[in-house]
């Protein structure tokens, strides 16, 4: 089922010529690189070869170094430092990350991860004094705590000092007084607090886009030069750092931060390093995902060994991810990968379930009329775990913001996932009157709520999408980087363009655009007929596309038919033969 999309085709850039000749590369990987903002020939070699002295000084985290060095004096003086984390994989890279780099240093080092359907999301009250029951001397947190004013002072009365590092958006931020001033957000009390956007702090840090295994390998590199006393840390240290990028690799493509500036050095060295990994766990996870021997890439990531960390929180207790990639001995991560397996079988047979309902309830409903600007789904029994997820696969469908809410005895929590345009918290924040709660971010955020107020959320939910998003909003738009010809598509050409990768959000796969190609023979249905194998030719030259999804269209795609193709090169090898292959993203004509 394909929905008629907007194509964007980027001009012909005036100094693609010019720039590719000073690159000694093709004018296409030039536009390409123009497009995105990369004019000068230094700035590009960066992109192309990213180096770990393009990470940004920790110190210019706002915070970092009074946190780095409380906790050098915790490791120093043996006290216990408690890391309380977040369930998702972002979260549970950031634990690891600090847990290793603190023992490692010889403190003393434990962590605390909540239960995602009994606590919820971020810092709770009866956890935090637990915590500070159990002789906690140092509590540090990653990738939650910006909002958690009550559980801090908890910290407070109990006194033990509490460190907050966080990404997400700070409650109020964007709330304005009456008289249109701009309220100064509430942040918890606490002796820190380490965020990459901190509000009103300047010079504010060169990557807001950090996620939290991004912070906590910056704050374990302050560590490092705190407990050296020195502007460096030790050699073992920076040994253990190089390993790290691994864990906030995994954390920075997993969290679909934009792949960027730091995050893009992140992901690029984490990739090698996961590869190379001698940490257990991340070999475990790797082999339990047949991916051994593999050169891996964000896709690998954001879909097969991701997905598997996740499935530990969303279906059961995160904590036992945690110890896989911490202290488990070996036998210890493969028997917790084999349960991650399971488990994400599992979470996938639950998801397909419950995408069915969910699609099943906005056509009975008619929610996906033309004036509907947004999507708002809920039903009893619904895995609150998985709900994100399917909220993902309805916003592919239908490109609306969507919120599914998964009720149980009168209580709803919900999660949500965005469009450009759309900053999901924004819209919660208009909507705070139906809700208990909510957080995240712009593109996906939780809610909770009761079940009775759920007609009223969605209709203030409908009302704000309506008077923020137009009609063309909603139709998906392809942004094209350029004409190409068949003939241009080569092997080399498209060697050039992979080395633009990792790819994901902020950096996506080149998109090209084929005009007027002719469909050179019956197309053939692959993959139980949803798929569509089409060959098409253009003066003279032939090339092999597959259409994912595009099953359906097998009768109106004949042979001898001009079509325009959305295609993403990519290259294919099999039995020692390397040709390029389009992957289409869209048809016209």
């Given at each position: 089922?394909?929905?008629?999309?907007?194509?964007?085709?980027?001009?012909?850039?005036?100094?693609?010529?010019?720039?590719?000749?000073?690159?000694?590369?093709?004018?296409l990987?030039a536009?390409?690189?123009?497009?995105?903002g990369f004019?000068?020939?230094?700035?590009?070699?960066?992109?192309?070869?990213?180096?770990?002295?393009?990470?940004?000084?920790?110190?210019?985290?706002?915070?970092?170094?009074?946190?780095?060095?409380?906790?050098?004096?915790?490791?120093?003086?043996?006290?216990?430092?408690?890391?309380?984390g977040?369930?998702?994989?972002?979260?549970?890279?950031?634990?690891?990350?600090?847990?290793?780099?603190?023992?490692?240093?010889?403190?003393?080092?434990?962590?605390?991860?909540?239960?995602?359907?009994?606590?919820?999301?971020?810092?709770?009250?009866?956890?935090?004094?637990?915590i500070?029951?159990q002789?906690?001397?140092?509590i540090?947190?990653?990738?939650?705590?910006?909002?958690?004013?009550?559980?801090?002072?908890?910290?407070?009365?109990?006194?033990?000092?509490?460190?907050?590092?966080?990404h997400?958006?700070?409650?109020?931020?964007?709330?304005?007084?009456?008289?249109?001033?701009?309220?100064?957000?509430?942040?918890?009390?606490?002796?820190?607090?380490?965020?990459?956007?901190?509000?009103g702090?300047?010079?504010?840090?060169?990557?807001?886009?950090?996620?939290?295994?991004?912070?906590?390998?910056?704050?374990a590199?302050?560590?490092?030069?705190?407990?050296?006393?020195?502007?460096?840390?030790?050699?073992?240290?920076?040994?253990?750092?190089?390993?790290?990028?691994?864990?906030?690799?995994?954390?920075?493509?997993?969290?679909?931060?934009?792949?960027?500036?730091?995050?893009?050095?992140?992901?690029?060295?984490?990739?090698?390093?996961?590869?190379?990994?001698?940490?257990?766990?991340?070999?475990?996870?790797?082999?339990?995902?047949?991916?051994?021997?593999h050169?891996?890439?964000?896709?690998?990531?954001?879909?097969?060994?991701?997905?598997?960390?996740?499935?530990?929180?969303?279906?059961?207790?995160?904590?036992?991810?945690?110890?896989?990639?911490?202290?488990?001995?070996?036998?210890?991560?493969?028997?917790?990968?084999?349960?991650?397996?399971?488990?994400?079988?599992?979470?996938?047979?639950?998801?397909?379930?419950?995408?069915?309902?969910?699609?099943?309830?906005?056509?009975?409903?008619?929610?996906?009329?033309?004036?509907?600007?947004?999507l708002?789904?809920?039903?009893?029994?619904?895995?609150?775990?998985?709900?994100?997820?399917?909220?993902?696969?309805?916003?592919?469908?239908?490109?609306?913001?969507?919120?599914?809410?998964?009720?149980?005895d009168?209580?709803?929590?919900?999660?949500?996932?965005?469009?450009?345009?759309?900053?999901?918290?924004?819209?919660?924040?208009?909507?705070?009157?139906?809700?208990?709660?909510?957080?995240?971010h712009?593109?996906?955020?939780?809610?909770?709520l009761?079940?009775?107020?759920?007609?009223?959320?969605?209709?203030a939910?409908?009302?704000?999408?309506?008077?923020?998003?137009t009609?063309?909003?909603?139709?998906?738009?392809?942004?094209?980087?350029?004409?190409?010809?068949?003939?241009?598509?080569?092997?080399?050409?498209?060697?050039?363009?992979?080395?633009?990768?990792?790819?994901?959000?902020?950096?996506?796969?080149?998109l090209?655009?084929?005009?007027?190609?002719?469909?050179?023979?019956?197309?053939?249905?692959?993959?139980?007929?949803?798929?569509?194998?089409?060959?098409?030719?253009?003066?003279?030259?032939?090339?092999?596309c597959?259409?994912?999804?595009?099953?359906?269209?097998?009768?109106?795609?004949?042979?001898?038919?001009?079509?325009?193709?959305?295609?993403?090169?990519?290259?294919?090898?099999?039995?020692?033969?390397?040709?390029?292959?389009?992957?289409?993203?869209?048809?016209?004509?």
């Amino acid at each position: 089922m394909h929905h008629p999309k907007r194509w964007n085709i980027a001009p012909p850039h005036p100094l693609a010529s010019d720039l590719a000749w000073k690159l000694r590369t093709s004018p296409l990987l030039a536009q390409v690189l123009l497009n995105r903002g990369f004019s000068e020939p230094a700035q590009c070699h960066e992109f192309l070869r990213p180096t770990l002295m393009l990470l940004h000084d920790p110190a210019l985290l706002p915070n970092l170094e009074l946190a780095a060095d409380r906790i050098a004096k915790a490791i120093r003086d043996k006290e216990k430092i408690v890391i309380y984390g977040d369930y998702d994989v972002d979260g549970i890279t950031a634990t690891s990350i600090l847990w290793h780099a603190i023992t490692l240093l010889g403190g003393v080092v434990d962590y605390y991860i909540p239960h995602r359907l009994e606590e919820g999301y971020g810092l709770n009250t009866e956890a935090i004094a637990q915590i500070c029951d159990q002789g906690a001397k140092l509590i540090v947190t990653v990738d939650c705590g910006v909002t958690a004013i009550e559980p801090a002072r908890i910290a407070a009365v109990g006194g033990v000092d509490l460190i907050i590092t966080d990404h997400h958006e700070t409650h109020g931020d964007q709330s304005r007084t009456r008289a249109g001033a701009e309220t100064q957000p509430e942040l918890p009390p606490c002796l820190a607090i380490v965020h990459p956007r901190l509000p009103g702090r300047q010079p504010a840090y060169p990557n807001p886009y950090l996620c939290g295994a991004g912070i906590a390998f910056k704050l374990a590199w302050g560590i490092g030069k705190s407990v050296n006393g020195t502007a460096k840390v030790s050699d073992a240290f920076r040994e253990f750092l190089l390993e790290a990028t691994a864990l906030a690799g995994l954390g920075t493509i997993a969290d679909v931060v934009p792949l960027v500036g730091e995050n893009r050095v992140i992901a690029h060295f984490g990739l090698g390093g996961l590869k190379a990994s001698k940490l257990l766990g991340i070999r475990a996870l790797i082999e339990s995902a047949g991916l051994t021997g593999h050169k891996l890439d964000s896709y690998d990531v954001g879909f097969r060994l991701g997905p598997r960390l996740n499935a530990c929180g969303r279906m059961g207790h995160a904590r036992l991810a945690v110890e896989m990639l911490t202290q488990a001995s070996a036998p210890k991560a493969v028997e917790i990968a084999t349960y991650l397996e399971t488990q994400n079988k599992q979470r996938q047979a639950i998801e397909k379930n419950i995408l069915e309902q969910a699609l099943a309830q906005i056509k009975q409903n008619h929610f996906d009329s033309d004036d509907s600007r947004g999507l708002v789904l809920a039903m009893e029994g619904w895995h609150a775990g998985v709900i994100g997820i399917v909220a993902s696969r309805i916003v592919e469908r239908y490109h609306r913001p969507t919120i599914l809410v998964a009720l149980t005895d009168g209580q709803g929590q919900g999660s949500g996932r965005s469009i450009p345009g759309f900053h999901l918290t924004h819209a919660l924040e208009a909507c705070r009157d139906q809700l208990d709660g909510f957080g995240g971010h712009e593109m996906a955020a939780g809610v909770r709520l009761r079940a009775d107020r759920l007609g009223d959320f969605r209709d203030a939910f409908l009302r704000y999408a309506a008077g923020v998003l137009t009609a063309e909003q909603i139709i998906p738009e392809l942004e094209l980087e350029a004409v190409a010809e068949l003939a241009q598509l080569t092997v080399p050409l498209v060697r050039e363009m992979e080395r633009m990768a990792p790819f994901g959000n902020g950096n996506r796969r080149p998109l090209l655009c084929c005009l007027g190609v002719e469909i050179a023979g019956p197309p053939r249905a692959v993959g139980k007929g949803e798929h569509l194998q089409i060959m098409v030719r253009q003066e003279g030259r032939l090339m092999k596309c597959i259409a994912f999804g595009y099953g359906d269209r097998i009768d109106d795609l004949v042979a001898g038919r001009k079509i325009d193709l959305a295609v993403e090169p990519t290259i294919n090898e099999y039995n020692g033969n390397v040709n390029v292959e389009l992957e289409v993203k869209d048809v016209r004509g």
